[in-house]
């Protein structure tokens, strides 16, 4: 059993320090540790006509943009509506390491397009110049600021 006074010193398997004299060799093995993500939050305004159709779209996500979700890396997603201003926010967490790429590979889904193009036909955006979900630039979502969390 190891203990400190042992003459050999565990080593990370990522650690790019030589290792002890005396001590068998090891392989050098990678390791990526999942990111702690970045939480982001949104909003869009809700066009008062189509609350209930919004609310029953989403009561029945579609699987394929369920499963692009993830795939990009999106996880804790949620959109609350506040019915007196009509605004929808959205939070989530993003967990991966290439967002643009991830964004990309999202916008590439044809179901996704297909999704955005129906639920944004619901909303009015925020950003000035947005066209759609699927542009890309300027985002149809307008990005908030964090000013508190408390974890």
């Not at 990526?32 to 006509?49: D, F, S, T, W």
């Not at 201003?85 to 390491?97: D, E, H, M, Q, W």
Request: aromatic share 14%.
């Amino acid at each position: 059993m190891w203990s400190p006074t042992s003459s050999q010193y565990p080593r990370s398997p990522t650690s790019s320090q030589a290792p002890l004299e005396g001590a068998p060799p090891q392989p050098l093995t990678s390791y990526r540790l999942k990111n702690q993500g970045k939480r982001i939050a949104q909003i869009v305004k809700l066009k008062p006509e189509f609350v209930e159709e919004y609310k029953k779209c989403h009561a029945r996500v579609w699987p394929e943009v369920l499963k692009q979700i993830k795939n990009s890396n999106i996880e804790d997603y949620s959109i609350f509506h506040d019915p007196g201003t009509g605004i929808l926010f959205a939070s989530f967490k993003y967990v991966g390491y290439d967002w643009a790429g991830d964004m990309e590979r999202m916008r590439e889904n044809p179901k996704v397009r297909e999704w955005w193009k129906m639920t944004d036909s619901y909303q009015e955006s925020l950003v000035p110049g947005a066209k759609s979900s699927e542009d890309g630039e300027p985002a149809w979502w307008k990005g908030v600021e964090e000013v508190f969390y408390n974890p």
